[in-house]
């Protein structure tokens, strides 16, 4: 249905008209079509964002570059005007569509142009609120906090969540959804849930018992929906969600979040006493190095590993807190793959049955069966990881680079690329994806990612001999010598 719909676009006659239009002046085809003075047939029954996304979502990269500074233009000249011909109500409206179409087609100029003038001036968009039906602020926000590229809008996030803004209830949720999306310092996409965004739960419960908004009857049942959609997104165990609150619930044992944590997390309150009596965390890296060393000098000694594994459940069980267990096991079984498979294998599924949502776990699973010469599973681990983890550029990486092992290289190359598309500043996929194209014989595109990444990462060892080894294949040995 999907590709007759594409078809039928890219052969419709009012379509490939008011593309025509667009290439000679694109501001006024833009606004024509914002404005519905224009008819494209059976698609003008659709939302604005969905008329754009259908004409420029498959377009080339030129077109949808000519799209992103053309809605940034108008934007520039029309964000506090309001034509007078037209209800309040349908302009707010439009802005909504603009804002999502930038959105959903990763329109990055006219994304920054949008962030500077909404952060230099948010009265505007205001004014246009009446209610959930008219509210262009929250599409922007929302546009704002999935495009992130960085932490600059952090504390705008925090702000909301403190309720210091004078904002509907429900943007609290954009804010979270700000807070969780984030890039980490260094502009890489978040892999697991981020301590901001625990901390935006309990600054949030502590603002709703001080202000008490009167539109909101049961700020607690409030408070544990979002809590709880939240932590649906993330499947982890009552453990983990535990191990997370923990300090958080140390360092506030006044904020209300607290008590309000109970009956989501059962056994919360009974872990966050027993953390008061705790002497030290079981197992620490002196007790796990200690093993790891104790076993590469003597395989015999299963003794003490047993009762290390022993010892580090009791633990877990006792506080609630398996993060130590988790990670410990995960080293330990990395450490003895080569020496003692059985033992690995038997840390990684006791590890696993602690944190099953851990990709690191998965992917010492598949090495394990690597290491057993059982490719078929290895590579089916990782495929359900991918899955399981769509934010985690550590495992396609890693798929990726198990297929090209084995040699279906376009699909290694498929992998690669969508990694690329989204970890762009990720140096592994774009080296993984540079060496297979090697291996392929597109030497003239593997060279080409290869200087594209090394001017990223100039540093990246890797990368510079990869590029000399595809400089040497071409015969431009001069050039491969001084790299």
């Given amino acids: 249905m999907e590709h007759n719909n594409k078809k039928s676009e890219s052969k419709n006659p009012n379509i490939i008209k008011w593309k025509n239009a667009f290439k000679k002046e694109p501001l006024t085809s833009l606004d024509n079509l914002l404005m519905r003075r224009v008819h494209i047939g059976a698609l003008s029954r659709n939302k604005l964002n969905e008329i754009l996304f259908r004409i420029f979502h498959t377009s080339p990269t030129s077109q949808t570059e000519e799209l992103d500074n053309t809605i940034s233009r108008w934007l520039e000249e029309n964000w506090e005007k309001v034509p007078s011909s037209m209800p309040l109500s349908r302009w707010a409206a439009l802005l909504s569509e603009v804002f999502i179409t930038i959105d959903r087609l990763k329109l990055n100029r006219s994304y920054e142009a949008t962030r500077k003038k909404y952060l230099q001036d948010r009265s505007w968009l205001k004014s246009l609120y009446k209610g959930t039906s008219s509210d262009p602020e929250s599409a922007l926000l929302r546009m704002l906090a999935r495009g992130q590229k960085d932490q600059s809008l952090i504390s705008l996030w925090l702000k909301i969540t403190n309720m210091q803004e004078n904002m ?67 499947p982890r165990t009552e453990q983990y969600w535990i191990k997370r609150f923990l300090p958080l619930a140390k360092a506030e044992q006044g904020n209300i979040a607290v008590k309000w944590l109970n009956p989501i997390l059962p056994n919360f309150h009974k872990s966050l006493n027993s953390q008061k009596n705790t002497q030290k965390e079981y197992p620490n890296k002196q007790e796990t190095d200690r093993i790891i060393n104790l076993l590469k000098k003597d395989r015999t000694k299963i003794k003490q590993l047993n009762n290390f594994i022993e010892k580090s459940v009791d633990y877990a069980m006792e506080t609630g807190y398996s993060e130590n267990l988790v990670k410990a096991f995960h080293q ?45 599973k290895a590579e089916s681990i990782l495929w359900k990881a991918k899955r399981k983890f769509p934010e985690d550029d550590f495992i396609k990486n890693n798929l990726a680079k198990l297929l090209a092992e084995s040699y279906p290289l376009d699909l290694a190359e498929a992998i690669y690329r969508e990694t690329m598309e989204d970890f762009p500043k990720d140096a592994v996929c774009r080296t993984g994806l540079a060496e297979v194209l090697k291996l392929q014989g597109k030497l003239s595109e593997s060279e080409d990612i290869y200087r594209k990444t090394m001017k990223d990462f100039p540093k990246d060892a890797i990368c510079r001999n990869g590029l000399a080894e595809v400089l040497k294949l071409q015969g431009k040995l001069s050039e491969s010598e001084d790299i």
């Avoid at 419960?205 to 649906?232: C, D, E, R, V, Y």
Wanted: some cysteine.
């Fill in 168 to 234: 509907p209830i429900d943007y609290t949720s954009i804010a979270i959804l700000g807070i969780r999306t984030m890039p980490d310092k260094n502009g890489k996409p978040p892999g697991d849930i981020s301590e901001l965004v625990l901390k935006g739960f309990f600054d949030l419960a502590k603002a709703l018992k001080k202000n008490q908004p009167h539109n909101l009857k049961n700020t607690k049942k409030f408070w544990t929906l979002k809590l709880s959609s939240i932590m649906g997104l993330y």
């Fill in 332 to 376: 330990i079984a990395s450490a003895l793959l080569k020496i003692n498979i059985n033992i690995a294998e038997k840390l990684a599924e006791e590890a696993y049955l602690w944190q099953p949502y851990d990709p690191y776990i998965w992917l010492l699973k598949s090495n394990i069966c690597k290491q057993k010469k059982e490719y078929k």
